[in-house]
């Protein structure tokens, strides 16, 4: 029981999907300008992970193993995120049209966000379980969203901040992500598990 | 080799087929963003934008046919507003387009009026009263200053003229000045 | 005497210098009617009263020469007798040193009034005594100046527990009201007792700062004295702590009576409403006495040599004020209201309006320019300070942004610009000025919503209206080609009818008739020999006849096609 809540945790803090896997930064980036937006985007990539990484363990055990297929794993998985992602993006336009048009491309992208084709291909070289899988898929998504809502309000202050002209915009946004990952780094010391 | 093709043609139709009854299960119908727009725009209804009023280009936008980019009267503000709900880059306004002027209204100069109604079928907002030969005016408080009377006028007898400010619109300066020693000295 | 009455806080607030003592020394004096008086119409929160009177008009002491316009607003008045000279834009005491239109008097020096009577509000509907009042031209006088009319109105409670009168006078320098409540306490008194009938209002606490125990005891014999008359002690005196901004309506309520009105409610929700000490005295003169509001007391201080309190009729020049007091010659500025909420004037010669509290002269020496501003620290001093419990970094650091949204949510619109962070930021930052700034940028903004949404609605009614004229066009168009084409239809049918067929009735006629005739001459057509015939010749045709008869039955079959 322990070790599930480890793999949350772990992937919410520890080893967090943005700030120490520097994995999906495209979106991060991307999305972080405003907290509303920043919390429907994680929400769709918390979905969208989750599910991603149960296809694809599903997919890899029972499709690709049996039949001798492992070569075929990067193809399938991303066939699969694909299709979550487009139904996603069905969801969101019929829910919060708003929300479908302020994402903009970046709900496509989650596509090719490298974290949800990354967890997944890490669960499978971690050999997770079913249930392991979509726990951490889950943390790790949980992880992400909570960089991209901590980053979004760090940047809706920093709107308002008197930053030297050069270092306005993404400049500013990069140096302070650079530190949030510094920060999240000192989470490092909570890991026993690993 | 034939067993790839068969599994990833399998994951094909089956996540094709998943997608296809999603599509028909979360139409969309309507547009909520128009109008979210919409009330961005200043609604001259000029038509400076290449739309004939603000909700063309409203729809135009929210279609993604048009940039948020081509109106004059909303000026640099309604820029940042349309690129805020967006979550579009802001850009500067387009030149082809016009340029930001102060806001202004039409008037007549009523000896010259030789009240042939072309401004008053001009105006989209209805702001220009008057009849066929019978002198013509605006109710300033209507007018949008979109210029559109202008250019049908034959004698060239409105003029558009900038609104001055009075007491009761007067705004507080923004009280960041740039620090400069000399200024002080003199001070 | 009154039992002691339980006082709350209210948070925040600072303790500047009162500088007060300066214009206390003397008693109210009657300042000179000026040579020439400047009243704007505006004076007012609300609309602009429309100017009653036209250059070259007489006017008396008192008669209206600005009627009020729209729901909020209320009425001017001329201050004295004398002749209108113009109706002009002039220069207004207002920071932004722009005009508005003002009725330019020049006295004749005989003050004539106009007929005064009372007006008797107890067998006057609420509706006439608001009407009234509003005529009067009635406002706050604590420098609010919103239309006291609209606030004696109990509200949807129909009646309030408390009537709050306010004589705290937090702000330095002023002291106007505290020589107003030493000198005519019991008017003040009178005035209150109006106030509270006409809003039903149970008890009456009258909030002076401690820092005034003269006015604190002129109150407490005249309200005493009203007390003993009604055989009750619903009038209180109670004495507050001296902090600034005590005086302020909000925190003086809630120091009185421990009921915060929360943002977005009225006072009268709660039962509660407050006033001026200066408008319980405008009150009372407008009702009792039937005079409108003409003039108010207003203090001189700062640096001038002789600060005191003057009743100043209403258009007088400040400059003229200031003349009387002897103003010191390093003075380089005038200032409407005290030094924390002031309003800078752009010259001198602005007239003083019901607003004018205080006509506050300074100069660089008094008021040292502000040291240069400083990056805000985020010490939290503002935030410690805020008497209506806001949090004045975060609305400081939104309005500098110009992200008025945001500073909107940090309820903005509750600051009533007292000057409490500004006076404690150690990085010296002008917050005040910032929010001002926000509020008048918010406000621009709502207008301009408004206009478009007006224009949208005008716009959407012109493409309706157009839309419906087309439709009437083409159901005019297809009426009348529909209509054409019945009517052609039946102009034809009229025409062949009796043209057409009977055309061919002639022609059959004709054709018949010819028939007809050539039928008779057939007929008739007797060979000429057969006439005057013998018997033995007529014998003889018969014969023939008989014969010809016979073959022509014999040859009947043959001929029957010609038949």
């Known amino acids: 029981m322990t070790s599930y809540l480890f793999i949350v945790l772990g992937a919410v803090l520890v080893n967090n999907v943005v700030f120490v896997r520097i994995l999906g930064l495209c979106p991060?980036?991307?999305?972080?300008?405003?907290?509303?937006?920043?919390?429907?985007?994680?929400?769709?990539?918390?979905?969208?992970?989750?599910?991603?990484?149960?296809?694809?363990y599903v997919i890899d055990r029972w499709l690709l193993i049996p039949n001798q297929l492992e070569y075929l794993r990067t193809l399938s998985f991303i066939v699969t995120i694909a299709a979550i992602v487009q139904l996603t993006e069905l969801v969101i336009q019929k829910t919060s049209p708003l929300l479908h048009q302020v994402l903009g491309i970046y709900l496509p992208l989650i596509t090719t966000n490298c974290a949800v084709l990354g967890i997944p291909l890490l669960n499978v070289s971690l050999r997770h379980n079913f249930l392991e899988s979509l726990l951490f898929g889950f943390g790790s998504a949980v992880g992400f969203t909570l960089a991209l809502i901590l980053f979004a309000g760090i940047r809706e202050r920093l709107e308002a901040a008197d930053v030297p002209i050069h270092f306005r915009g993404t400049a500013i946004a990069m140096i302070t992500a650079g530190l949030m990952s510094l920060a999240f780094m000192g989470f490092a010391g909570l890991d026993k598990y690993k | 080799?034939?067993?790839?093709?068969?599994?990833?043609?399998?994951?094909?139709?089956?996540?094709?087929?998943?997608?296809?009854?999603a599509a028909v299960r979360f139409r969309v119908e309507g547009d909520p963003l128009v109008e979210k727009i919409d009330a961005i725009l200043p609604q001259t209804q000029c038509g400076q934008c290449g739309f004939p009023g603000c909700k063309p280009y409203a729809q135009a936008i929210a279609k993604g046919e048009a940039d948020i980019n081509c109106c004059p009267p909303g000026g640099d503000e309604g820029i940042h507003k349309l690129a805020d709900l967006l979550g579009r880059e802001f850009k500067s306004l387009s030149a082809e387009h016009g340029i930001e002027k102060p806001k202004s209204v039409a008037v007549i100069d009523e000896q010259r009026c030789i009240g042939c109604t072309l401004c008053i079928q001009a105006c989209p907002?209805?702001?220009?009263?008057?009849?066929?030969?019978?002198?013509?005016?605006?109710?300033?408080?209507?007018?949008?200053?979109?210029e559109l009377c202008l250019p049908p006028c034959p004698v060239d007898c409105i003029s558009m003229q900038p609104i001055g400010e009075s007491v009761e619109t007067w705004k507080w300066k923004y009280p960041v000045f740039k620090i400069n020693p000399t200024q002080r000295e003199a001070a | 005497m009154n039992a002691v009455q339980r006082l709350f806080g209210f948070h925040g607030g600072v303790k500047p210098a009162y500088n007060k003592e300066a214009a206390t020394g003397l008693p109210i004096a009657v300042a000179p009617t000026p040579t020439l008086l400047v009243i704007p119409l505006h004076q007012s929160i609300g609309g602009i009263p429309r100017p009653l009177v036209k250059a070259g008009d007489r006017v008396l002491k008192g008669q209206r020469i600005g009627g009020a316009d729209g729901n909020v607003s209320s009425a001017v008045h001329a201050s004295t007798s004398g002749t209108v000279v113009a109706v002009e834009m002039r220069l207004m005491p207002h920071t932004s040193g722009l005009s508005a239109l003002c009725v330019v008097i020049e006295p004749d020096g005989r003050d004539e009034w106009i007929p005064r009577q009372p007006f008797d509000f107890r067998s006057a509907t609420p509706t006439q005594t608001r009407d009234y009042l509003r005529d009067t031209g009635v406002v706050g006088l604590g420098g609010a100046v919103f239309p006291s009319y609209l606030k004696l109105n109990p509200g949807k409670l129909g009646k309030l527990h408390t009537l709050v009168l306010n004589g705290a006078e937090c702000e330095p320098f002023i002291t106007c009201d505290d020589l107003l409540m030493r000198e005519r306490a019991?008017?003040?008194?009178?005035?209150?007792?109006?106030?509270?009938?006409?809003?039903?209002?149970?008890?009456?606490?009258?909030?002076?700062?401690?820092?005034?125990?003269?006015?604190i005891a002129a109150m407490e014999v005249a309200a005493q004295a009203a007390n003993a008359a009604a055989g009750d002690s619903s009038i209180k005196v109670v004495p507050v702590p001296t902090r600034y901004p005590a005086g302020g309506a909000k925190q003086l309520m809630r120091v009185l009576t421990g009921i915060e009105v929360p943002h977005g409610k009225r006072s009268t929700d709660y039962g509660l409403q407050c006033f001026n000490v200066g408008t319980a005295y405008a009150i009372y003169e407008a009702i009792a006495l039937g005079q409108p509001l003409i003039s108010r007391i207003v203090t001189v201080a700062g640096n001038v040599e002789r600060a005191r309190n003057y009743e100043v009729l209403l258009g007088t020049p400040m400059r003229d004020l200031v003349a009387l007091c002897g103003p010191l010659p390093d003075t380089d500025r005038v200032i409407m209201g005290g030094p924390m909420m002031g309003l800078l004037m752009p010259n001198d010669e602005?007239?003083?309006?019901?607003?004018?509290?205080?006509?506050?002269?300074?100069?660089?020496?008094?008021?040292?320019?502000?040291?240069?501003?400083m990056p805000c620290i985020r010490c939290g001093e503002c935030a410690k300070v805020c008497p209506s419990d806001l949090q004045p970094f975060e609305m400081y650091w939104f309005s500098r942004a110009k992200i008025f949204g945001k500073a909107q949510e940090y309820n903005l619109f509750d600051c009533i610009e007292c000057g409490c962070c500004a006076y404690v930021c150690p990085s010296r930052i002008p917050l005040v000025d910032y929010y001002r700034f926000a509020k008048s940028e918010i406000w621009a903004r709502e207008l301009e919503n408004e206009a478009a949404d007006?224009?949208?609605e005008r716009y959407e009614f012109r493409l309706l209206r157009e839309e419906r004229e087309k439709q009437e066009k083409a159901a005019k168009l297809a009426a009348k080609t529909a209509a054409g084409r019945e009517k052609a239809a039946a102009a034809l049918a009229e025409v062949e009818q009796p043209a057409v067929t009977p055309e061919q009735d002639a022609k059959?006629?004709?054709?018949?008739?010819?028939?007809?005739?050539?039928?008779?001459?057939?007929?008739?057509?007797?060979?000429?020999?057969t006439s005057n015939l013998t018997p033995q010749q007529q014998a003889e045709v018969e014969a023939i006849e008989a014969r010809r008869a016979e073959i022509r039955e014999m040859a009947k079959p043959h001929l029957r096609q010609d038949d």
């Open chain 1, 28 to 56: 991060f980036m991307g999305v972080s300008k405003k907290l509303e937006t920043a919390v429907g985007m994680g929400a769709a990539t918390t979905f969208v992970l989750t599910m991603a990484c149960g296809a694809s």
């Open chain 3, 186 to 215: 019991e008017t003040i008194i009178k005035g209150t007792l109006i106030m509270r009938e006409m809003l039903s209002a149970g008890q009456v606490l009258i909030g002076i700062e401690d820092n005034k125990p003269q006015a």
């Open chain 3, 350 to 373: 602005v007239p003083v309006v019901k607003a004018a509290n205080c006509v506050l002269v300074g100069s660089r020496k008094l008021f040292p320019p502000p040291p240069p501003e």
């Open chain 2, 125 to 146: 907002v209805d702001a220009i009263v008057g009849a066929a030969k019978q002198m013509h005016t605006v109710v300033a408080p209507q007018c949008t200053g979109c």
């Open chain 3, 454 to 456: 007006v224009a949208r």
């Open chain 3, 508 to 529: 059959k006629a004709l054709i018949a008739a010819a028939l007809e005739r050539a039928r008779v001459q057939k007929a008739q057509a007797h060979p000429e020999n």
């Open chain 2, 1 to 21: 080799m034939f067993e790839a093709i068969l599994v990833m043609a399998l994951g094909a139709v089956v996540l094709g087929a998943a997608l296809g009854y």
